[in-house]
């Protein structure tokens, strides 16, 4: 079937505009997660999603940033009044609800990822 | 702060050899360990993982080692091939953490010479 898939590939933004990404989980994934990747750094947690509900939302960098996701599937990650910090790799990944007792659950499957550039 | 480090950045090997990528981590509650492999342009892909009730785990070419006492892991490539190239992610999870939080380190750059 389709893995995820994420859009736009490729963003460039101006400061100070709002962006927003979108997300395509694997169907039937409950769990979906945003990560960030700056140049030079690690992958960085943003949020997740338990179907339509978001108990983790410590890693949003701040009150610009914010994120939905409808009918347990499709996610949109928004950056209002864009910086230029922003600018990075946005990874989305879904997989099936956590369990402890099932190592397979663990897996979390990555989309290509948008580029998000802002000048 | 860093709580899943990849100490080296790059990492080049002979095709055939042995590739060995290390991460340390700082939280002692963190119970299981994933390795992903991500080319360019790509999302990572999940490679190997580890809970914490074992110290070992292999899948073919690649095995992942644990030493919970000194909250270090290792992914061993035997035998590296060239299409092993790639940067690998070590990430890490604790019970502690609601909704599945994964912490990622910096990556290492593997490159495998033919």
């Known amino acids: 079937g389709a893995g995820v898939s994420q859009s736009p590939s490729n963003k460039v933004t101006e400061k100070g505009k709002d962006v927003e990404l979108r997300c395509d989980p694997i169907s039937g994934h409950t769990a979906l997660y945003w990560y960030r990747q700056s140049l030079g750094q690690g992958l960085e947690f943003l949020i997740y999603?338990?179907?339509?509900?978001?108990?983790?939302k410590s890693g949003l960098p701040s009150d610009r940033f914010s994120a939905e996701r409808t009918g347990g599937s499709v996610s949109t990650l928004t950056i209002q009044r864009t910086q230029q910090e922003d600018s990075a790799v946005y990874l989305c990944?879904?997989?099936?609800?956590?369990?402890?007792?099932?190592?397979?659950?663990?897996?979390?499957?990555f989309g290509p990822g948008t580029r998000l550039t802002v000048t | 702060d860093q709580q899943v480090k990849q100490n080296s950045p790059s990492l080049s090997v002979q095709e055939g050899r042995i590739s060995i990528l290390n991460c340390d981590y700082t939280n002692s509650m963190f119970d299981y360990f994933l390795w992903y492999k991500k080319y360019p342009a790509e999302g990572p892909t999940f490679l190997i993982s580890i809970s914490s009730i074992k110290d070992k785990n292999e899948d073919g070419r690649f095995t992942v080692f644990l030493n919970k006492s000194a909250k270090h892991l290792s992914l061993h490539i035997v035998p590296s091939q060239p299409g092993d190239s790639a940067v690998y992610f070590c990430?890490?999870?604790?019970?502690?953490?609601?909704?599945?939080?994964?912490?990622f380190g910096t990556g290492t750059s593997l490159t495998v010479i033919p």
């Open positions: 990944a879904s997989s099936h609800l956590p369990s402890r007792f099932s190592q397979a659950t663990y897996e979390q499957y």
């Open positions: 990430a890490a999870s604790g019970p502690s953490n609601t909704g599945n939080q994964f912490y």
């Open positions: 999603f338990q179907g339509n509900s978001a108990p983790d």
